[in-house]
């Protein structure tokens, strides 16, 4: 599975000289890391992290087949979340809950004094015709 993601990453960068695959066992899988020129980044992850995604892909498929289980990591510490075993954290002590304050009722609204409708304006004279 190494030489796999060694012969995808070659395939693609534009140093392939300076890609490296590392592997290592953790737990109930194996983690490969895959490192690569610095001008390589973007094109081993390719737009949205497509390219990454496929590598990926492709690496679980092979690993299935193989009865294993397989991580790729590409870049210095950078992984995908949630797959990384994580220790528990620590569970935070319970702040004591402060009762929250009571509120007061507000006032009841006087209904606003009823407006008595204006007077329409009442039609102008005839006006007088001018002279």
């Known amino acids: 599975m ?8 070659r395939a693609i960068v534009d140093y392939p000289d ?6 290592e066992e953790e737990r109930d899988f194996i983690v490969y890391r895959l490192r690569v020129a610095e001008s390589d980044m973007g094109k081993v992850i390719g737009k949205q992290g497509r390219i990454a995604n496929a590598m ?4 679980k498929v092979a690993a299935i087949r193989k009865g294993t289980r397989a991580v790729l990591e590409i870049g210095e510490g950078v992984s995908r979340p949630g ?3 994580r220790p528990e954290p620590e569970p935070e002590p ?3 809950l402060e009762p929250e304050a009571e509120l007061e009722p507000e006032a009841e609204l006087e209904p ?3 407006l008595e ?9 005839e006006l007088e015709p001018e002279a």
């Open 117 to 125: 409708p204006e007077a329409e304006p009442k039609p102008d004279a």
């Open 112 to 114: 606003e004094a009823e």
């Open 83 to 85: 797959l990384r075993a």
């Open 56 to 59: 990926r892909a492709l690496l």
């Open 94 to 96: 319970e702040a004591e």
């Open 18 to 23: 300076e890609v490296v695959v590392t592997e």
């Open 2 to 9: 190494k030489d796999l993601i060694e012969y995808m990453a």
